[in-house]
């Protein structure tokens, strides 16, 4: 079978598409199948060299223009799909969807989040959460977005979502319960993760990551921890609101217990978290987060706000501790309980390990690639 994957991220980028779809390409290609990656890439990654993997990656530049890049992407997409059995997009839904009109091709797309409301919400066009911004009606611009959200992922023969809680979201926006696979996402292991060095003395350890912009609410997070004077953090990730953050910091007289890590790669991330002691997600949206996967796999103790499919993933008081992501006091709280309570740590960090079993990446590639086979024509 014949498979080109799409994807708005991919290595050196870090977030969890750029994580899952490396896994799923090689595990395609493992099962015998011809598998080609179409991403988009920052410039000065366009040359990356991608030889580590089993599979060809073809890279578009994600910073043309932004009246020509439609185009670019759609012409990129028929050239690449002109003569595969199926597409399978982890993004760019609009301009595949489009290329697919005249490509005829079976097509799945994996819906991690709400496109439209990322990008209203990065614009500063709306200010509502993930589910008011479902239910609300807005300016042209917006409702312009949102429609093309639904009418792309209508454009698919499936939608693979990574939990229930976002299933029943995209169902509001017109696509047929029966088409919807919910696929939860997964890890492999990683048994050979050295911990990095890192700039903190501090005895205790807080990792969080992601990009940073306002729903992340790193900023809350810096200030949980500002009073635990044992207790460091290390920030990775990059984004808008780098320099306020740091400001932050200084405002607070912490910066000396505050480490910006910035973007890296994937085995630099997984050992900045294994030289950590805690995790934490403190976003106000999450579809089901990847990189609480990758913590619980390290054995990190999980703290994540109750939000979307998290709660799916992280059991309170069993393999985590869940919060809410408005009531900041709760985070400070959880912290004072968890910061001297090494045997409270490594409960929750076994509890994490026994889930790990339940979210095991062969059983999701298993249930993806079946899914993928059924359009196998050759």
């Known amino acids: 079978m014949k498979l080109l994957l799409i994807t708005g991220i991919f290595p050196p980028d870090i977030g969890g598409p750029a994580t899952y779809v490396p896994q799923m390409a090689k595990a395609l290609t493992q099962r015998g199948h011809e598998v080609r990656v179409l991403t988009t890439s920052e410039p000065e990654n366009l040359a990356h060299d991608d030889r580590e993997y089993p599979f060809p990656v073809v890279r578009m530049n994600r910073r043309v223009p932004l009246w020509r890049r439609p185009w670019d992407y759609i012409q990129q997409i028929r050239h690449y799909g002109s003569d595969v059995d199926a597409i399978y997009a982890n993004g760019i839904f609009w301009e595949t969807a489009l290329a697919n009109r005249g490509l005829h091709k079976p097509l799945v797309i994996k819906v991690v989040g709400d496109p439209a409301w990322e990008r209203s919400t990065n614009r500063g066009w709306v200010q509502d959460n993930f589910e008011q911004f479902q239910q609300q009606k807005y300016g042209l611009k917006v409702e312009a977005l949102k429609w093309m959200r639904s009418w792309s992922v209508r454009q698919a023969d499936r939608i693979i979502v990574p939990s229930c809680y976002l299933a029943r979201w995209v169902a509001g926006w017109g696509v047929n319960q029966d088409q919807i696979s919910v696929i939860y996402n997964a890890v492999k292991p990683f048994p050979g993760i050295q911990p990095a060095d890192m700039p903190l003395t501090t005895s205790i350890k807080v990792v969080t990551v992601g990009r940073l912009i306002p729903l992340k609410q790193v900023d809350k997070i810096i200030e949980a921890i500002a009073p635990f004077e044992q207790v460091g953090l290390v920030v990775i990730g990059d984004g808008p609101e780098r320099r ?17 890590a910035g973007q890296r790669s994937q085995s630099e991330t997984l050992a900045l978290m294994a030289a950590s002691d805690l995790f934490v997600l403190y976003s ?11 913590a619980m796999s390290l054995g990190l103790p999980v703290v994540a706000t109750a939000v979307g499919g998290t709660p799916e993933l992280v059991r309170d ?28 740590r490594q409960r929750l960090a076994l509890g994490a390990k026994r889930t790990m079993k339940e979210f095991s990446l062969d059983r999701m590639v298993e249930d993806c690639a079946t899914l993928l086979e059924t359009y196998n024509h050759r």
Not at 244 to 252: I, Q, R, V
Not at 288 to 293: A, E, I, K, S
């Open 244 to 260: 306020s953050l740091a400001e932050l910091t200084e405002n607070l007289n912490i910066r000396d217990r505050v480490y910006f």
């Open 284 to 294: 106000t949206h999450e579809g089901l987060p990847h990189v609480v996967l990758e």
């Open 317 to 344: 008081g069993d393999n985590g501790l869940l919060t809410d992501p408005q009531n900041h006091h709760h985070l400070g709280k959880i912290l004072a309980e968890l910061i001297p309570s090494h045997s409270l």
